[in-house]
């Protein structure tokens, strides 16, 4: 089949790889002028390295293994702590932080030259019952007999399906930054996760003596920003327990970038016809459970999995995809709703569920969240 992609992010690029190998004929259109070269990190968890390993692609040498994650108050008091390197040796797939252009460049690896095709935004997409167009902002169009929208969370491709309104701010917002942070925590293998009443403070080492770092403070769409923020985190978090404080003390206001975060209602049926979603475009949610990219590797490896199945009605197969994501999606979605200061297991009942008891809990909850085999019969 002649598909087109809308969007080269994650998804796009994910996706794209998947039905290349299948055989089918791929385009993929994206608005900017190159590939990405920036952003911050993001967490993969076994569940997107199971996926990145089938459409194999390696993280080897890229980013960072984490194997612990630590909840702590504060002023310091561990929470819980989970065992992530345990979890990971029974699903057989680790868990990585890793800077979003080396993901983007380790997704592109061996893909045709020409397969993205660059300073493409699209404008509108429409479909009768031999095919798809979609129209680009210089006026040219693309037809194909499927249209894939990965064009995350301002979607063009969702508005033309949806309509407006189907997207609303959520409660709070991030600020990020991946920088070369010189603590103890640096060099490690472990994830903070620090919650208090200001908001939520997350540490993570993303490779190469580099540190993300990011607070999650409330927000709407209406509050004006900080004229320093740096200075506005330092006033807010700076009297937390150590090592918030030493990051506080390192960064730079050049490091930092501010994201307002969105939520969408899940539908059981996403696309329409030829065109389906992937991505943020059909679940734009907050990341408090670091699984947006993850949930969106699932939807182009489930994705890819149904088009291979063949038959005489594609649209059969994108709806049977938009069926099999479902469950899992308004799981997470739900989930990643809460603002994650929000999410404070007092101390005490942190310590009395033992380590032995979290990995299987893990796992368990895990299993829920993905579509992958390997993973739902560890
Ligand atoms: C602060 C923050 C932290 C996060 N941390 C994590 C994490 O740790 N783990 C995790 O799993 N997820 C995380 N996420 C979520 C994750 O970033 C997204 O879920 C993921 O990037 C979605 O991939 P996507 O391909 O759907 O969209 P995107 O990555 O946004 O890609 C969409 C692409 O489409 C292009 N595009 C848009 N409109 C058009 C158009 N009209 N025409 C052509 N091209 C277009 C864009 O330029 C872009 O390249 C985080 C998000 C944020 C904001």
Avoid at 168 to 183: N, V
Wanted: glycine share 12%; with cysteine; proline share 6%.
């Amino acid at each position: 089949m002649e598909i087109l992609v809308i969007g080269a992010g994650v998804g796009g690029l994910a996706v794209a790889r998947g039905l290349l190998a299948e055989g089918h004929r791929v385009r993929v259109y994206e608005q900017a002028p190159a590939r990405r070269t920036g952003g911050k990190a993001v967490l993969i968890w076994s569940n997107g390295t199971a996926v990145l390993n089938d459409l194999g692609v390696s993280l080897d040498g890229a980013g960072c293994r984490i194997d612990r994650i630590d909840a702590l108050t504060s002023d310091g008091r561990l929470r819980t702590s989970m065992n992530i390197a345990h979890a990971a040796g029974r699903f057989g797939f680790e868990t990585k932080a890793i800077p979003r252009h080396d993901l983007h460049q380790r997704l592109s690896d061996g893909l045709p030259d020409d397969l993205v095709r660059y300073g493409m935004a699209c404008q509108s997409v429409t479909q009768d019952e031999g095919g798809v167009t979609a129209t680009f902002a210089d006026g040219s169009t693309a037809t194909g007999d499927l249209l894939i929208g990965a064009d995350g969370h301002h979607s063009v491709v969702r508005r033309h399906l949806w309509g407006d309104g189907s997207v609303q701010p959520a409660t709070f917002g991030t600020w990020q930054g991946l920088s070369p942070i010189d603590i103890d925590l640096t060099g490690t293998n472990h994830h903070l996760m620090i919650t208090g009443r200001e908001g939520a403070c997350g540490l993570m080492p993303g490779g190469d003596g580099l540190l993300q770092w990011w607070f999650d403070v409330r927000w709407s769409p209406t509050d004006p920003q900080p004229a320093s923020p740096l200075a506005e985190l330092r006033r807010r978090f700076g009297h937390w327990a150590s090592p918030v404080p030493e990051v506080l003390a390192a960064a730079t206001e050049e490091d930092l970038n501010f994201f307002g975060h969105h939520w969408n209602k899940v539908r059981e049926v996403v696309g329409e016809g030829r065109i389906t979603l992937i991505g943020d475009a059909a679940h734009t949610m907050p990341p408090t459970l670091g699984q947006g990219a993850n949930q969106t590797l699932e939807d182009a490896w489930v994705l890819g999995r149904e088009l291979t199945k063949g038959g005489d009605d594609p649209a059969v197969r994108l709806r049977a995809y938009e069926k099999a994501r479902y469950p899992h999606i308004s799981l997470v979605s739900r989930m990643a709703k809460r603002n994650p200061a929000n999410l404070r297991i007092p101390p005490l009942i942190g310590r009395l569920i033992p380590e032995t008891a979290q990995t299987p809990l893990l796992a368990r909850f895990s299993n829920r969240l993905t579509e992958v085999p390997a993973l739902q019969s560890a």
